[in-house]
C-alpha cells in the first residue's frame, strides 16, 4: 500500500492503543467534536501491516489507501482528521509506517495497570471471532501456552493473527512508546493513564483538545469510560444474536418479520437485554495469588515504563511491594 496522500486528506492524528484502556470512549467522544472527523470505521488497522493478511474477514483485512480515506465522511467545519487503532502500539511496524505516511501526525497513547489490562484483554479475545481471538478460557492457561503459540503450536484453527495471542508482548509498555518516540518528536505524542482517564473523562478529554490544537470548551453528550470489559457466556448465543441483529444466514427472514412488527426502540432494548443476560456475564475477578504473580513478573516493565514517562508507575499502579526484594534490571515474563 502506498502510503502517501494528499495534503487536504491525510489523517492528521491517531489514537494508537492499548486495548481495553478507554481508545473506544476516547473515539466516541472526539466523534462528537464539531472540529474533528473521526473515522467511521473504528480499528482500521491500515497501519498494522506485520497482522494485516489478504483474506476478506476480520479486523485486519488489508484495505487501499482509497479504501482508508474513503472511512472520512467529513463535515465542512472539521480541521481534523483522526482515527483509533489499538493495535498500533504493539504493532512492530505502525509507528514507522504512520510516519511514511504522515511525519506530522500527532499519536495518542493510554496505557492500563499491565494485570488488570491483560485480564481485560484475555476477556475481549474471548468475545473476537476465532480468525482474530482465543479458545482457552483459563486465563492462566492462555498465558502459559504463549510460548508454544510463538512456535506455531497450540494456535486456534482458523486464527489468522497468532501474534495477537503473545500476551507478554503486550505489557511491554516501553518498548511500545519507545517505537513511535524513534520516529516522532515528543511533542507529537501524548501518554494518558487509564485509571486517570477512569477518575476524571472531563479532565483528561479536555488536555487531549488542547493537544490537538480543537476548542476545548466543547463537551461530548455524556462521559463514561464505555466498552467495559465483560465474560464471555455463550458463544453460540453470541453468533444467534449477532445474526439476528444484523439479518445474516438463515435468521434473515426472522429480522425482517420482527421488524415490520416492532418499534426500533424496543428491538434494541430486547437485543441490549440479550447481549447482557444471555451473550455474556459480568467480569469475574482475577485470582488474587496470579495477580500477584503477575505484578512480581511485570515490575521490569513498570519501572522501564515510569521512568519513560516521568512518573513513578510502581507507586501508582501498586508494584511498590515488590521493589524492595527485586533487582531494577530482572527479567520479566508470562
Known amino acids: 500500500m502506498s502510503t502517501r496522500g494528499s495534503a487536504s486528506n491525510l489523517v492528521d492524528f491517531f489514537v494508537a492503543g492499548n486495548s481495553k484502556s478507554g481508545t473506544s470512549a476516547l473515539h466516541r467522544f472526539l466523534t462528537t467534536h464539531p ?79 499491565p494485570v488488570d489490562f491483560l485480564f481485560s484483554y484475555h476477556l475481549e479475545m474471548l468475545t473476537n471471532p476465532v480468525s482474530e481471538g482465543e479458545v482457552e478460557k483459563d486465563f492462566h492457561r492462555a498465558l502459559q501456552l504463549e510460548r508454544e503459540r510463538k512456535q506455531g503450536k497450540s494456535v486456534p484453527d482458523g486464527c489468522l493473527v497468532p501474534a495477537l495471542l503473545h500476551y507478554s508482548e503486550r505489557v511491554k509498555y516501553a518498548e511500545h512508546l519507545e517505537r513511535f518516540y524513534s520516529y516522532f518528536d515528543r511533542d507529537q505524542v501524548i501518554v494518558f493513564i487509564y485509571e ?114 516521568g512518573r513513578d508507575m510502581v507507586n501508582e499502579w501498586g508494584y511498590e511491594a515488590f521493589a524492595s526484594h527485586q533487582p531494577s534490571d530482572s527479567p520479566a515474563t508470562v
Open 196 to 309: 486517570d482517564f477512569k477518575r476524571d473523562n472531563a479532565r483528561v478529554y479536555k488536555e487531549l483538545l488542547q493537544f490537538l490544537g480543537v476548542d476545548d470548551r466543547f463537551l461530548p453528550p455524556a462521559f463514561d469510560t464505555y466498552n467495559k470489559s465483560k465474560k464471555l457466556r455463550s458463544k453460540w448465543a453470541q453468533h444467534f444474536v449477532h445474526d439476528l441483529s444484523h439479518g445474516e444466514g438463515a435468521l434473515s427472514p426472522v429480522r425482517a418479520a420482527i421488524k415490520s412488527i416492532t418499534p426500533e426502540p424496543l428491538r434494541r432494548s430486547a437485543l441490549q437485554f440479550a447481549y447482557r443476560h444471555l451473550v455474556f456475564k459480568p467480569k469475574p475477578a482475577v485470582d488474587p495469588n496470579l495477580e500477584q504473580q503477575l505484578k512480581s513478573k511485570f515490575l521490569p516493565h513498570v519501572r522501564a515504563f515510569g521512568r519513560l514517562i
Open 35 to 113: 472540529h474533528i472527523c473521526m473515522s467511521a470505521l473504528k480499528e482500521p488497522n491500515v497501519f498494522a501491516t506485520d497482522f494485516c493478511h489478504e483474506a476478506d474477514v476480520g479486523a485486519f483485512t488489508r484495505k487501499t489507501l482509497k479504501q482508508y480515506h474513503d472511512l472520512f465522511r467529513c463535515s465542512p467545519d472539521a480541521r481534523l482528521r483522526g482515527e483509533s487503532s489499538a493495535c498500533y502500539l504493539y504493532s512492530e511496524e505502525a509507528a514507522k509506517n504512520i510516519h511514511a505516511y504522515n511525519p506530522d501526525a500527532r499519536i495518542v497513547a493510554i496505557f492500563r495497570e
